[in-house]
Every structure is written in C-alpha cells, then in structure tokens.
C-alpha cells in the first residue's frame, strides 16, 4: 500500500475516532457495537468470498463476549489487551477442533452445521446456573494498562479500541485479499479439483479462512461485551448468526469497507425501527433479504462498484 | 430396567415425532434441493392453528373426541395454503439457484412467518392440553405413561406408510423419484416437474404443519418453537440421508434413543449428543445412510 | 533407470462393470504417446486413475518407481504429473492472468503467503512469458468465462505444465476446438512440452491429430489395451482399425496442416 493511502486512512482513522468521541452517548454506543457486528461480518466475507456461508458466527461471537465477561467478573481481569488476547485465543482453539470437521463440508452442510454448533453452545449456556441461564450476567468495566476509568471514560476506551481494531484489521484483511491466500478462496469456490490438482490443499485454506473469521469473530463479541457491559446466550442463538449473514449480504463482498459500513447502517435501521416497528422486525428484514437476493446480490458495495465503472463481483 | 424401558419409550416417542418433522423437509429436498429453513415456521403454524382451533372448540361445548379432527384438520388447511402460498408465490421464481441461496430465501421465508405468526395470534402462549389428557394415562412395569404419546407413534407409522405408498405405488410418487434422481432428465422426459414441485412442496408443509399441531397438546405454543426443530430436524436428516425417507425413519430412531438416552442420564448434553452422534455416522457415511448417489464431475 | 510411468496388471470396475483390466504399460521421459479408443472403452478411467482421482480396484501404479495407490490427485501432482482435461477446469469468473497467478502461487512457490501481494511485478512477469509462449498473452485481463473453448484449452495445459512435471496427461487437449485450430493448438502445445522433455500422454479421438503428434500410440478397446507401439504400425493394424478407429484409414492419405501466420484459437 502506497505511503500516501496509508496517510489517509490514518487521517481517517483519527477523524472517526474524535468524531466517534463526539457523538451523543447513545450514539456512539451504537456506533461502537456496530463495529463490533462489523468486525464478526468482515471474518464472514472472507468465508463467502471462499463460497461458504456461515450461519453460526454467533458461536465465536458468543464465546468472546463470555471470556471477556467471565475475566472480567470471576478473574478480575480487565485490562482490554488482555482480555482480547484471551478471547482470541480461547476462540481459535475452539474453531481449530471445530474446523478439522466442519471444514470438510460445503454449501448447506456447512451452513446448517455452522448453525448448529452455536446452537449447542446456545444449548449448553441456557442450562448452565453458573452463568446465569437465559439472563446471562454483567460484565465489569475494562481497563487500559493500569489505567481504570469511570464508566463513560470506559465507553470510550472500547470505542477507541474499537477504531484501532477496525482499522488495522481491516488493512491487514485488505492485504490478506490481495495475496495468494486470499485469492484461492475465489479458487475454491470456482473450482476445488482444479485447485487441488495444482497441488493446493483445499481444506487447507478452508481451515486456515475458517480459524480467521473465528477470531475476527471472538473481537467482535469482546467489544460488544465490553461496552455494552453485559452478556447472554442469546449471543449465540441463530438469530444473531442471521443478523451477520444478513449484514454480509447487504454490504457484499466487494471491500473489507462493506461489512463495516453496512454494520453501521444495519445498527441504525434497527434502532429506528424497533422504535417505529417493534414487533414486525424479523418481518422487515426477511423482505428485506429477499429484496438484496433478488435486486442487488452483490450487496450495497456493488453500487459503489457500479459508479467506479467496475463489474460488480459475483454474488455469493 | 426401569430406566431401560423408560428410554425405550421415550425414544420411541421422540423418534415418531421427529419422523414426522423430518419427512417433509427431507421430501421437499431430496425432489426440489432445497433446504427449507421456513419448515419450523410451517410446524409452528401448525402448532398454533390446531391449538386455537382447539381451543375455541372446546368453548362452544361440542363432541369431545372430534377435537381430533378439528386440531388435525386446522393444522393441514394452514400448512397446505400457506404452503401453496409460498411455492406459488415466491419459490417457483427462484428454481435454479445455488442451494445455499435457496437457504437465503426459505431463512428470509421463516423469519417472515414468525413475525406473522406474531401478528395473528400474540405473543401469549397456547394451551390445548384437551386432546392429550382426554385419552388418559396407562401404568406399566411402575412407571406412567401418556396414551397420546403412543398415538404418536402410531400416526407416525401411518404416515410412513402413506408416503412410502405414496412414492412406490403411486404413478405421481414414481415421477417424484424420477426426479430425485435427476431432474434434468425428469423435464427431458416429459414429467410436469413444476406441478411435481408444488405438489411435493404442500405436501411437505402440510406434514410439517401437521407435526406441529400434534406436538402442541403435549406443550405449551409458544413464539419460537419451530426454530430448534429445525436444528434437530436438519441432524435427523443429514443422518439418514439427505432426501431418503427411509433414512429419515432410521435417523429418527437412531437420534431419538440417543436423546432419550442423554435426557434420562445427563440432560445438559441432550443436543451435543445428538450432534456427536451425528457427527459420528458422517465420518463412516460422509453421505448419509441411505444417500442417493452422485455422478462423477470430471 | 526405472520408467517415468508403469502400470502393472492395473484394473477398475464398478460392481459388474469392467472399466480397465490388465494394463501393464510403461512409459519413459521424451515420449509422446496417443492414447485412443472409443468412448467407454476406459481411456479417462486410465487417466482418472492414474492423476489419483479415483483409485484402482488392483493392481499398482508406479510414478519413478514409488507406488502412488492411495494418494490423492494433490499428492500425485506433487509427485510430478501434470493433468489437462477434457473441459477445461479454470476458475471461470478470474481473469486469465488471475488464473495462472493462482497456479503458478500453488504448483510452483507452494507456500501459502498471506500478506505478499499475488500480481507482484516480478511474478506477474514470470507468467506473462507463460501465457506468450502458449500465445494466449492477449487475453490475460478477460474473465475466463467469455474466452472461446481453444483458449481456455491452452490456458489449461498451461496451468498444469507450470510446475514442470515430468509426466503430462493431456485429456482430448483438441476436444470443442474448431477444426482448423486443431493442429495450431497442438503445435503450440507440443512445442512447450518437448522444451520440458515431459512424458506426455495424451488422449485423442482425431486420428490426424493422433498421427502427427504421437511417437507412439496405445490404442484401447473394451477396458484393455487392445495395442501398444509406434503410431504407424498402431493404426495401420487391422484389428485395431476395426474396433477403434472404425473405418479403413489411408495412412497415405493424411492432409498435414501447415501453420498460419494470422490470427488463431
């Protein structure tokens, strides 16, 4: 990336963390989720990209905002470094074991067992006295380096750890497209016996994809955890999985932009909704779905890409 | 042996109720390759049909034991037009596309419905206990049991015999395996496959529906139930192979002596043992037990 | 020196079927070999089975003398054997330079990189004097789902003969390509392969194509090889031109096709 790009996205970086520092509270803890939901969407475009749609982010999500939670009430952690190590790292184990299964699979299977794991993670912490059942519990306010703010100077520290997150990864998810990894998930879907007749393993880079979206995953549930200083297993149910595929769908695939975009517009079209329309949400959104299947399947960037001249990309 | 005979019973019990759920989505995949996400929908449509409908009969005082027949009844009309409704209105115009893109659309489908399902009947539950406890209890080797539980496996017998009838005796059930097997060749041959998929698509649903209008004396209606159905439906399935019946038949079992098993010994792990169990015969049978098979690609 | 390929008592069958029986067959560096017969008559099971695509019901296979039963086609391309098929298997929504890029980044570096650009200058180079010398340079930024058939042939060998295997099988490399581009494709083709001195095996239904090329021929018949030996003598062999070739070919009446200086493929 050339000097000068990386200089305007610093810029930029800069700008939308004191704009995001400026906002009304309510605001900017939207605004700090939906860059939570973004990050989980952008590891579920480097799937899609590979022609695997998961219907269970929600797993990792999940699991990342209970190690935040859990460090911060039973271990006392709660330096916001640590915990996103934690969280990362517990998550990849877990998709490493998952993944050496579900890897092996494709297209419905892949999508329905997906679903189905983070339904069973659902399962266990609905049961589970220990962590609260249905209520799930509190999570206390994270800390930066010794540094113990008050609760809303803690907002902000997740909201500027946010920023950073969204965009160094997303640089770095930037890159990973343009190498040779990112683009043998375009293989895989193209054509797997062709790759793997090239000597490439296709599970492989499956795996290797599947573990990414994990982590990005497991971010994004710690972020969520943190501001909104609360966890439930409903983070794990398959309607929060869906929001995520809804999202991918809306932005596309086209740019590591589009899921954090589209994140941010998802958030704001809901909250103005449940404030309209509370109980006919799931309703708006599958018409919705079926407008973006129908109309537009490379999603919202393909508009973008329209106006740049470009071909939009194949829709997943 | 007490407890041995209690999971065999409930195994049993469980098994015909998931054989029911899992036919009709096993049907509608193994003639038309869609997964329907929006089954649990349809099974929740049925459960609150039948249970309103039972409900308000039993207000006006009638005839006890046609309250059957009204749960029965309300769930199939239900299940069959709406059903024809979505086919018709939606699904015909999206035949061709990438499965997983008929997932999109059925997900889109079922998040639809359960905010209609919503809309029509609220978000109070629903009791219809009427049926279940009207036919009383039996007591066997000290332990009770519920005799609609064992009228469930009887309708669940009478509907494999119907479809397995149905696809093997029937002239519109053998154009249905002629599709199953290939539906390209199905068309070239002359088959009415649209009408073959609307059909097939009703049938599904209505059994679907049906399914969930049985369950509902056992248990309250509530918004959401047809959600988790379709995780264990979808593990059924891919057990016994996707678009095989019989494999459905044996999926249940297997699946739901499995359940039974965890539930009476270590309930927290009911659905990891399901999904361990399923994950076991996929490492033998990638496939499925009783897969149809695949043409070579290249 | 053990032969680049042999064969010994190779067999396949699908429950009653037999696709192949006793092939015992062995091949050496430099050669050409035709492969011909019928549809059904177990040419592409010989190939499937020896890329590793399906494995054989018995018998065994020996690349450079290490048996290569059980190994995927992955493992048996890295053990030097090149395939092409019979429709070209490209990813059909990449660009062409996309595509070879991608080969090139798994048959030749094979190291997964995840921050290293892939359209390098330096590599991008590297392939572009690929795609010249198989003279499909000027399609490199079309997606391969809009080029015509005889370009996505040669883009196919390419790809597969990146990694300079020492064995390549080349899967009716003139099937869907016009007839007056068949032997400038071949040409092309052949001249690529013998600058590699790669074993080559190809299977071919057009008997001109097969005679132009092929030092040697292994004619097939009902699952066996019903004859194995220099063209010539193959064809002009009675039995072999009543079951496979299907009428009394003229070897003296063979037109040769000279190359076009315009535009091809």
New interface residues.
């Given amino acids: 990336m050339s000097k000068r790009s990386l200089a305007l996205l610093l810029i930029l970086g800069v700008a939308t963390l004191v704009g995001g520092l400026l906002l009304p509270n309510w605001m900017s803890y939207l605004f700090t989720i939906a860059m939570g939901k973004g990050l989980v969407v952008l590891g579920l475009v480097l799937l899609m990209r590979a022609g695997l749609?998961s219907f269970g982010q929600g797993l990792y999500y999940c699991l990342g905002a209970y190690v935040a939670g859990m460090l911060t009430q039973f271990a006392e952690v709660t330096d916001v470094l640590l915990i996103l190590l934690a969280s990362v790292s517990f998550s990849v184990v877990i998709a490493a074991i998952i993944g050496l299964?579900l890897c092996?699979y494709r297209?419905?299977?892949f999508?329905?067992f997906s679903?189905?794991?983070s339904?069973?993670l659902y399962?266990?912490l609905v049961?589970?006295q220990v962590l609260g059942s249905t209520d799930g519990f509190n999570v206390a306010n994270p800390s930066l380096l010794g540094w113990a703010p008050g609760p809303e100077g803690a907002s902000n520290l997740v909201l500027a750890v946010a920023v950073l997150l969204v965009f160094t990864l997303g640089i770095?998810a930037w890159?990973?497209l343009?190498?040779?990894?990112?683009?043998?998930g375009?293989?895989v879907r193209?054509?797997e016996?062709?790759?793997?007749?090239?000597?490439?393993?296709v599970f492989?880079?499956i795996y290797?994809k599947y573990i990414i979206a994990a982590g990005l995953a497991a971010i994004g549930g710690t972020v969520t955890a943190l501001v909104s200083g609360h966890v439930d297993p409903e983070m794990a149910y398959?309607?929060t999985s869906?929001e995520f595929?809804f999202i991918a769908?809306m932005g596309g695939t086209g740019h590591v932009a589009a899921p954090i975009i589209a994140a941010v517009l998802f958030e704001s079209l809901r909250t103005y909704a449940s404030a309209v329309a509370p109980?006919?949400?799931?309703?708006i959104?599958?018409?919705a779905?079926?407008a973006i299947?129908l109309f537009l399947p490379s999603g919202l960037w393909s508009l973008v890409e329209r106006f740049q001249n470009k071909k939009p990309?194949?829709a997943? | 042996m007490k407890q041995l005979l209690a999971i065999l019973v409930d195994g049993s019990v469980y098994a015909s109720w998931l054989f029911i759920i899992s036919a009709g989505l096993t049907l509608i995949y193994g003639v038309m390759r869609i997964l329907n996400m929006s089954h649990g929908s349809f099974y929740a449509l049925g459960a609150y049909s039948g249970a309103s409908m039972v409900g308000w009969y039993f207000s006006t005082g009638s005839v006890p034991w046609l309250s059957f027949v009204v749960l029965i009844g309300a769930a199939l009309a239900a299940g069959v037009t709406v059903g024809l409704l979505v086919e018709r209105g939606l699904l015909r115009f999206m035949y061709g596309r990438d499965e997983v893109v008929m997932i999109l659309v059925t997900y889109a489908v079922l998040l639809i419905m359960e905010d209609a399902i919503k809309l029509i009947w609220g978000v109070e539950p629903y009791f219809a206990y009427q049926p279940y406890t009207m036919l009383g209890r039996t007591k066997f080797m000290g332990l009770t049991f519920a005799n609609y539980d064992f009228m469930l496996i009887g309708v669940s017998i009478l509907i494999g015999l119907a479809l397995w009838y149905g696809l093997n005796r029937t002239r519109n059930g053998k154009l249905l395996r002629v599709i199953i097997h290939d539906r390209e060749i199905a068309g070239a041959l002359g088959i009415n496959v649209s009408k073959i998929f609307t059909i097939t698509f009703v049938i599904g649903a209505g059994i679907g529906a049906l399914a969930g209008a049985l369950t509902a004396p056992g248990l309250s209606v509530v918004p959401g139930m047809g959600i988790e159905v379709i995780v264990l439906a979808f593990a059924v399935v891919v057990i016994g192979g996707l678009g095989s019946i019989s494999g459905a038949l044996v999926g249940a079992l297997i699946v739901g002596m499995a359940r039974a098993t965890a539930v009476h010994l270590y309930p927290e792990v009911e659905l990891f043992v399901i999904y361990a169990v399923m994950g076991l015969v996929l490492a033998f049978r990638p496939q499925g037990l009783f897969a149809v098979a695949n043409a070579r690609k290249i | 020196m053990s032969a680049l390929l042999k064969t010994v008592n190779l067999e396949r069958t699908f429950g009653a079927v037999i696709a192949a029986t006793d092939i015992n067959i062995e091949i050496n560096s430099g050669e050409i070999v035709g492969v011909i017969g019928s549809n059904g008559a177990g040419k592409t099971t010989f190939i499937n089975m020896v890329t590793g695509y399906i494995q054989p019901s018995d018998g065994d296979i020996l690349v450079r003398g290490k048996s290569i039963i059980g190994k995927s086609p992955r493992e048996v391309s890295l053990a030097g054997v090149g395939r092409s098929f019979q429709i070209a298997q490209l990813f059909q929504e990449l660009t062409v330079l996309d595509n070879i890029l991608i080969a090139h980044g798994f048959s030749v570096d094979r190291k997964l990189n995840f921050l290293k650009p892939l359209r390098s200058a330096d590599k991008v180079g590297k392939v572009r004097s690929v795609l010249r010398e198989y003279e499909i340079e000027e399609y490199a930024n079309e997606v391969v789902s809009t080029l015509p058939q005889g370009v996505r042939k040669l883009l196919d060998i390419a790809m597969a003969m990146l990694s300079k295997p020492g064995l390549m099988l080349l899967d009716e490399p003139t099937s869907g390509v016009a007839v007056e581009d068949k032997f400038l494709l071949m040409d092309t083709v052949m001249a690529a392969i013998r600058k590699s001195n790669a074993a080559t095996l190809f299977v071919e239904h057009d008997m001109e194509v097969v005679l132009r090329y092929a030092d040697r021929v292994l004619a097939f018949y009902d699952g066996r090889v019903l004859a194995d030996g220099p063209t010539q003598k193959v064809l002009s062999d009675p039995k072999v031109q009543e079951l496979v070739v299907g009428h009394h070919l003229d070897l003296s009446d063979v037109k040769y096709a000279t190359k076009k200086d315009s535009d091809h493929a």
């Avoid at chain 1, 343009?178 to 043998?184: E, F, H, N, R, T």
């Avoid at chain 1, 016996?193 to 393993?201: P, Q």
């Fill in positions: 749609v299964l092996r297209e419905i299977f999508a329905m679903m189905a794991f339904m069973i399962g266990l049961r589970n770095l890159r990973y343009k190498s040779l990894s990112g683009y043998a375009e293989a193209e054509n016996i062709r790759l793997e007749y090239l000597g490439g393993s492989k880079i290797v398959w309607t869906g595929v769908l109980y006919t949400w799931q309703m959104l599958g018409f779905l079926l299947i990309r194949k997943p």
